[in-house]
Nanobody
């Protein structure tokens, strides 16, 4: 079983920045794809950013968010800059390992206007 520990969420004013972290219980060398999702109240969970053989972002965050990984610490990051109120959501780390999806507990990000 893969365990994911998320941190870095919080409150920030519009235009501010936050960095989310997700540390995995296994080596991320074994994981071909890592991703961040988010879910706002009343909305479906959506893919925000993915990193594998390529890096991809939702159109709504392109140019503002950056996904990266630290192999030594088995951690994936999401750097979020120029935050907007519409970025407010619970953010979830996701990995696929042995054809099974594993999810973190989620971390709340609130952006005030």
């Amino acid at each position: 079983q893969v365990r994911l520990a998320e941190s870095g969420g919080g409150w920030v004013q519009a235009g501010g920045s936050l960095r989310l972290s997700c540390r995995a219980s296994i080596s991320i060398f074994s994981i071909s794809s890592l991703a961040w999702y988010r879910q706002a109240p009343g909305k479906q969970r959506e893919l925000v950013a993915n990193i594998g053989s390529t890096t991809a972002y939702a159109d709504s965050v392109k140019g503002r968010f950056t996904i990266s990984r630290d192999y030594a610490n088995n951690t994936v990051y999401l750097q979020m800059n120029s935050l907007k109120p519409e970025d407010t959501a619970v953010y979830f780390c996701n990995v696929r390992f042995n054809r099974i999806d594993f999810w973190g507990q989620g971390t709340q990000v609130t952006v005030s206007s």
